[in-house]
């Protein structure tokens, strides 16, 4: 599988990365090498076997859904970069 | 370097018990160390007036007699556990400026045994890299010199590079590290020292930067098989917090390091011994395999017949998950943000600015493996060779009671010796991914050195949440091979 730049551009806007032309160039001959490497996984015989989901194969425990923890706003935006009046704030959104 | 800075966490308990040594004096040691090494760049932060406030509590608490297991042992933390305080980066730009407001599950656990924490050790950004070269604070030097050119600045491995470099260079008497696909193992290996990586789910990730949440896993990095054993006795345990955290008992680890591995049935993986093993490694391997059998051990070859597609496979779910997981860094909520026009604009000029090289490769084939029309070719092609890779493991170990392969394929390499294609970079990691895939436990042990007196670490792997095997066997080859050697700059 060779991927090409515009591939490779619109790859960078589905993961929110704004990258300079050149570099969108240089990554399509990267990304294609990577993606050749793993194309060898097509030998690979995998009939009838089941994806892997669970590392330590346990049931996910459960617990009440009910409020274990929070009531400090300050806390939670002490990193914000630009929090104002207890929220987050963004670029507007809405016309 | 001092006395105090050589000793093992085991022998400095004893002396801090028998109050021959306080955990202040053997902290500020450990602060002057690390401030005359700090060419080697290991730590991202330091933070000595933090130590010395712990060390102090240590000694009070060593006089009341309530001294927790690592009670003023200074070590190092990976700065990629959250640290309420602290800054912690994960070697990122994007979280250069990040000061979590809590603690992470396992530098809590450390916190609460009494360990003393001298600062945060540098990684690979976001731990993806083998070479703690993708740090966006610089690469780490690793205090090891070739023979033939004592000029040429090597690698300690990564990602766990910094905790590599500290414990290797008597700087931190352990630290933690993480390992997704060989990241404690492949630096312990680098650097001449014990890296151990418990089973998935031992260790709790609460609070520990996410890469690839299937994969990751902390463990000990320490100059001993024993103090491997007391740190990971103080970070594991179930955790409610984390939803992976196994909740089985957690056994006394040292207490598995008998010294009788009579009996014991060791594979010898024939698929990890491939056309262009070096001869150096394929030789450290035999004379380890010896060394097993001398103490009454039996070797016994064994296949894992989908070996040669674990790297294909990590890397399709590593960069998958790395890039779900680092979704979050926006810009909005905490870490750097780069204003722009609208939200996407702002969300992408971030994000662009924010990682590095290695790190935006990832994501984009992360993004490419799970984007639709792509995911089941790829993604769900990758986990089911994984449940293959694993299925191999648990044939494997009906008949055998532990693994021995080497960790890495080579000695470190000096900084700036590598080609810029990233798939002969991760060929470091081709014999630590395999187990990180199944989950399985994996510790290296220095044993030898190379031809240009560089040290190299082989392999033990076991069973799902049997550490104990795993380190009565590494307690044994350590024992057996006897490894003194030190790097530039150390005497002992």
């Known amino acids: ?95 | 370097m001092s006395e105090l800075t050589n000793l093992t966490i085991a022998d400095a308990r004893a002396k801090l018990a028998k109050g021959e040594i306080s955990a202040v004096e053997l902290t500020e040691a450990h602060i002057l160390a690390m401030e005359a090494a700090r060419g080697l760049n290991a730590f991202v932060t330091e933070t000595p007036e933090l130590a010395l406030e712990r060390a102090r509590e240590a000694d009070a608490a060593q006089q009341k007699g309530e001294a927790g297991l690592l009670s003023g042992i200074p070590l190092g933390i990976k700065d990629l556990f959250a640290t309420e305080g602290v800054r912690t980066t994960a070697s990122s730009k994007i979280l250069e400026n990040f000061v979590p407001p809590y603690e992470s599950t396992i530098s809590a656990n450390l916190k609460k045994a009494g360990a003393v924490m001298l600062g945060k050790t540098s990684l690979d950004e976001f731990a993806m890299g083998s070479s703690n070269m993708t740090s966006a604070f610089g690469p780490v030097i690793s205090p090891w010199k070739r023979k033939s050119n004592s000029n040429a600045q090597l690698v300690p491995g990564g990602s766990s590079g910094g905790s590599a470099s500290a414990v290797s260079a008597r700087i931190a008497m352990g630290a933690t590290g993480t390992d997704t696909g060989g990241s404690i193992r492949q630096p312990a290996s680098f650097c001449g020292i014990v890296g151990f990586k418990p089973t998935y789910g031992r260790c709790s990730r609460w609070g520990t930067i996410a890469f690839a949440s299937s994969l990751d896993q902390a463990g000990p990095m320490t100059r001993t098989v024993k103090d491997a054993a007391l740190m990971l006795q103080a970070m594991a345990g179930h955790d409610p917090k984390d939803s992976t955290s196994a909740n089985i008992a957690v056994p006394d680890f040292a207490a598995a390091m008998t010294g009788d591995i009579r009996g014991l049935k060791i594979g010898i993986p024939k698929e990890y011994r491939p056309d262009g093993l070096s001869a150096e490694i394929s030789k450290l391997w035999d004379d380890g395999i010896e060394m097993l059998k001398a103490a009454g051990a039996t070797p016994v070859e064994i296949s894992l017949p989908h070996t040669k597609y674990a790297l294909a496979t990590y890397y399709i779910v590593a960069p998958a998950e790395c890039s779900s997981n680092l979704a979050r860094y926006d810009g909005v909520r905490y870490g750097m943000r780069v204003e722009g026009k609208t939200l996407d604009e702002l969300y992408a000029k971030t994000r662009a600015a924010g990682f590095g090289q290695e790190v935006r490769r990832r994501i984009l084939i992360g993004t490419y493996v799970l984007s639709a029309g792509y995911y089941d070719a790829y993604y769900t092609k990758a986990q089911k060779v994984r449940a293959l890779i694993a299925e191999d493991f648990r044939k494997a170990f009906e008949t055998v009671d532990a693994i021995l392969t080497p960790t890495a394929p080579s000695a470190a390499f000096g900084l700036g010796e590598t080609n810029d294609d990233p798939v002969a970079m991760w060929l470091n990691d081709v014999f630590t991914v395999p187990a990180s895939l199944a989950g399985l436990p994996g510790i290296s042990v220095p044993t030898g050195l190379s031809s240009e007196g560089l040290p190299l670490g082989l392999q033990l792997l076991g069973r799902p949440f049997d550490e104990e095997t795993v380190l009565k066997v590494a307690g044994v080859l350590e024992s057996a091979a006897g490894f003194k050697a030190t790097p530039n700059g150390v005497e002992i």
Do not use: C, W
């Not at chain 1, 015989?45 to 669970?54: E, L, Q, R």
């Open chain 1, 1 to 95: 599988m060779s991927l090409d730049k515009d591939t490779v551009k619109k790859l960078a806007t589905l993961a929110r990365l704004d990258l300079p032309e050149a570099e969108l160039t240089h990554l399509a001959g990267e990304l294609s090498n990577i993606m050749q490497f793993v194309e060898q996984l097509g030998e690979v015989n995998t009939d009838g076997v089941a994806p892997m989901t669970s590392v330590a194969h346990m049931t996910l425990p459960r617990r009440k859904d009910e409020v274990t923890d929070g009531g400090y706003p300050e806390r939670v935006l002490a990193n914000a970069p630009d929090a104002m009046d207890g929220f987050y704030t963004v670029p507007k959104v809405v016309e």
